[in-house]
């Protein structure tokens, strides 16, 4: 081993490299996109900030509370919204989507950059947990799966579930149908 490598390997842990990997930071700020669907099929797109601690407190509330619930789909807060995250644990950057419609994961951004100008990364292939309200949501891969899934993408998720993380194949997933059970 050269003097380089040794030096190199002497130094990792006082940058902190081989020391224990610090839990999640629930005070991060992540985006949040909510998506509203109208009954004409149009649908309004804005974004605001989230963190992870609220994210946690909506989820907990929201199960908590869900049985009781009767009314409509109003808030990402509430039970009956549609959500996904991209990271486990429902936490990290969240697509919202409120009411029932179709669409591409890709028309959605997830990170910005540039002044927020520029769309680095969209939401496909970027599910890791979800949230699926009141709706049947439907998730596909119109571009295929790479061989990952045998025979594709195509998953039927039942109205209020919970995935603190999701499959390979759902992970995949580029389109999605939301629709009334």
Not at 104 to 130: H, I, M, N, P
């Amino acid at each position: 081993m050269s003097k380089l490598t040794v030096s190199f390997l002497l130094l990792l842990p006082a940058l902190g490299c081989i020391a224990d990997i610090d839990p999640p930071d629930d005070s991060a700020t992540y985006t949040r996109t909510i998506v509203h669907f109208a009954e004409d099929g149009g649908a309004t797109v804005t974004t605001e900030p989230v963190t992870a601690t609220e994210q946690q407190l909506e989820h907990e509330t929201a199960v908590a509370d869900g049985q009781r619930r009767t009314v409509a789909i109003d808030s990402c807060g509430d039970w009956n919204a549609t959500k996904f995250f991209d990271q486990t644990n429902y936490t990290g950057n969240e697509l919202c989507l409120i009411g029932n419609g179709n669409g591409f994961l890709d028309q959605y951004c997830r990170l910005r950059g540039g002044l927020k100008a520029v769309c680095l990364r969209s939401w496909t292939e970027s599910t890791r947990s979800l949230w699926t309200g009141a709706s049947v949501v439907w998730l596909s891969s119109v571009y295929g799966s790479g061989g990952a899934c045998a025979g594709g993408v195509w998953s039927g998720l039942p109205a209020y579930e919970a995935y603190a993380t999701v499959d390979a194949c759902i992970q995949l997933s580029d389109q999605f149908s939301i629709t009334p059970p």
